[in-house]
Antibody, heavy 119, light 106 residues
Framework: EVQLLESGGGLVQPGGSLRLACAAS????MSWVRQAPGKGLEWVSA????????YYADSVKGRFTISRDNSKNTLYLQMSSLRAEDTAVYYC????????????????WGQGTMVTVSS | SYELTQPLSVSVALGQTARITCGGS??????VHWYQQKPGQAPVLVIY???NRPSGIPERFSGSNSGSTATLTISRAQAGDEADYYC?????????FGGGTKLTVL
């Protein structure tokens, strides 16, 4: 059974940076989805299976960068200029359709990694 | 930007049928996906592309989508179905989630 495992979360000061990683599924588009404490799900970013195309929510555009290294089966989220409102559990999630741009449901989710932005 | 509207909460008696709606402009023209999330756990896909169940999801879960409303239906509700439910679509290469509905099984 395929499993996704996120890492890299932690406490960071406002304005700081952090890089999340996810042991991901090669050949599938992937996304990052976050959930602030007590709140709903918010999509953050997606990347095609090849890594050539990426997409961002307006709330993180220009501050976050999604990437992947398929040779290492790893997905990344580089977060910079972090704000208190970025505090959330960050999940990586797999697009259910093999080998396409991101466009389908998320069939597999990691357990999440907590990011806290606070001074 | 595109928005999805869900009721904050839905209650259902044990063994009865629960219906959770997801409203959006012409949502019937989009593929709607549904997730179940229990406290402290990651979301789980329960319906994809309007009405399809992933393997391992009970037949009690079904979905429909037409016009301006998509609906997740849970038949013969069980205590274990108590959770938050989210609808989701893709719009202009971005993902939109509904605000979530808390299902209470009485």
């Amino acid at each position: 059974e395929v499993q996704l495992l996120e890492s890299g979360g932690g406490l960071v000061q406002p304005g700081g940076s952090l890089r999340l990683a996810c042991a991901a599924s090669r050949n599938y588009a992937m996304s990052w989805v976050r959930q602030a404490p007590g709140k709903g799900l918010e999509w953050v970013s997606a990347i095609s299976h090849s890594g050539t195309s990426s997409y961002y929510a307006d709330s993180v555009k220009g501050r976050f960068t999604i990437s992947r290294d398929n040779s290492k089966n790893t997905l990344y989220l580089q977060m910079s200029s972090l704000r208190a409102e970025d505090t959330a559990v960050y999940y990586c999630a797999r697009d259910r359709t093999l080998g396409t741009r991101p466009h389908d449901a998320f069939d597999i989710w990691g357990q999440g990694t907590m990011v806290t932005v606070s001074s | 930007s595109y928005e999805l509207t869900q009721p904050l909460s839905v209650s259902v008696a044990l063994g009865q049928t629960a219906r959770i709606t997801c409203g959006g402009s012409n949502i019937g023209s989009k593929n709607v996906h549904w997730y179940q999330q229990k406290p402290g756990q990651a979301p789980v896909l329960v319906i994809y592309r309007d009405s399809n169940r992933p393997s391992g999801i009970p037949e009690r879960f079904s979905g429909s989508n037409s016009g301006s409303t998509a609906t997740l239906t849970i038949s013969r509700a069980q205590a274990g179905d108590e959770a938050d439910y989210y609808c989701q679509v893709w719009d202009s290469s971005t993902v939109i989630f509904g605000g979530g509905t808390k299902l209470t099984v009485l």
